[in-house]
């Protein structure tokens, strides 16, 4: 079995992708997480036994560190999830994002390279080093704009869209300079288990059901390609067994939605699985300051991997927003443990001075 080093596997798409890799026998896990804010240790407790998982808490910023664990384990590909990844909090403190989101990736790359530089034969041939990235990197549309390609120049418009974009370029300057087998991906928005209550599907989730208002930035009609996690796990994995090295690879949902939409579906599926006394979950949206720079639309072309990997997205919104939901119904103690501490001066900080501006 391949050995990948994962890091960021405590954060939420990482968790999904960490558990989808243990359960279908992907890969021996070595998760490399600094534990912040956004994660949570119970998060994976359920592998905490399990014999092709390790987790080490650690910074990808250091490099002795990470000298030490790719001598150790001698992964077959390293998978970047790590970041810190919340637009918002990008916008207030754009500091940690410059140092996790460029350095920690210009880091690991110096890590990968004197490692895969020491590799022979088959081994070497077959290292693969994921830098898993996001739509945001190429910046808004207009409602008429074609849907993002990997052509599309990057634009990106928020300190977090920049910071990512500055590393993807590392990653691209390390494939073109050194060699070095690297392989990009560029997502949309995901949603599914395990997302920090901080964005927008879980965030309006938690809200509703402690009957919270519902903030809506702007007028609400801001755009976002929805997709499932867990797709976005199988994307992932189809492009480190057949991506084709230096390529970049757009993973979409095929699913374009309005804010105000996606918030409307929420508070209908919980008028049905949690309904309240007095009132309609939907009577809690409310509009409140716009976010500065907001985007108004991403959309992306899946033309490239569906042709090239075979890969398309198979859950359908309705389903997946089921599925989203039960599990925060299910799972109090989890929220109950992330929601604690800094996560309401983060609610206070944020939304405080945000007036409402209508209530629907
Ligand atoms: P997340 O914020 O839920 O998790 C990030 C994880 O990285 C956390 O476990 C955190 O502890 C860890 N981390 C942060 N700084 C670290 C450091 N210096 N060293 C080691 N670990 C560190 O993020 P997510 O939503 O799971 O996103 C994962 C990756 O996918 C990010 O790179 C993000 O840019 C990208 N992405 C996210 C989405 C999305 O919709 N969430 C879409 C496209 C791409
Ligand atoms: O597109 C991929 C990106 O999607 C990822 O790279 C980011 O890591 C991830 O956070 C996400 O960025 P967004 O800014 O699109 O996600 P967020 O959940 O913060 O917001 C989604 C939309 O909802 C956006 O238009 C802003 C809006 N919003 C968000 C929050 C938190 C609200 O209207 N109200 C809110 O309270």
């Given at each position: ?86 637009v918002d909090?990008s916008i207030?403190?754009p500091?940690?994002f ?38 945001e990197?190429?910046g ?16 990106p418009n928020s300190p977090y869209a920049a910071s990512k ?126 976010r500065p720079g907001h985007d ?65």
């Open positions: 079995m391949q050995t990948f080093l994962v890091t960021g596997g405590m954060g939420f798409i990482g968790s999904n992708f960490v558990l989808k890799a243990c359960k279908e026998q992907w890969a021996s896990i070595i998760n490399l997480d600094k534990l912040t804010y956004a994660s949570n240790y119970q998060t994976l407790a359920e592998l905490e036994q399990h014999p092709d998982y390790t987790f080490v808490r650690g910074d990808i910023c250091d490099l002795e560190l990470l000298k030490d664990l790719l001598e150790q384990y001698k992964p077959d590909a390293i998978v970047n999830f790590a970041a810190e990844s919340h909090r207030l403190n500091h940690a410059i140092e996790t989101n460029i350095l920690g990736a210009f880091r690991l790359l110096e890590a990968s390279r004197a490692y895969w530089e020491k590799l022979l034969g088959q081994k070497r041939d077959s290292f693969r080093f994921l830098q898993v990235s996001t739509d990197v190429y808004s549309l207009s409602p008429t704009d074609p849907a993002f390609r990997e052509n599309t120049p990057y634009a974009a500055g590393a993807d370029h590392l990653v691209r300057a390390y494939y073109h300079t050194y060699g070095l087998p690297t392989l990009t991906t560029n997502c949309s928005n995901n949603y599914g288990p395990r997302q920090f209550p901080e964005k927008l599907i879980p965030l309006m989730i938690l809200n509703a059901l402690n009957s919270k208002p519902l903030p809506i930035y702007g007028d609400g009609q801001n755009i976002r390609d929805w997709l499932y996690v867990e797709d976005h796990c199988d994307a992932l994995y189809q492009v480190l067994q057949h991506g084709r090295i230096g390529e970049t690879y757009n993973i979409g949902g095929n699913n374009e939605q309005t804010n105000l939409a996606v918030v409307n579906q929420i508070c209908t599926v919980l008028d049905q699985l949690a309904p309240k006394a007095n009132f309609q979950h939907a009577e809690l949206i409310t509009f409140v300051k716009d108004r639309r991403y959309a992306i072309d899946n033309s490239k991997i569906q042709r090239e990997l075979g890969w398309e997205p198979k859950e359908s919104f309705a389903s997946g927003l089921l599925k989203t939901i039960q599990w925060y119904l299910n799972h109090t103690d989890w929220v109950e443990q992330v929601q604690s501490g800094a996560y309401q001066a983060w609610i206070e900080q944020n939304y405080g001075d945000r007036n409402s501006s209508t209530a629907v």
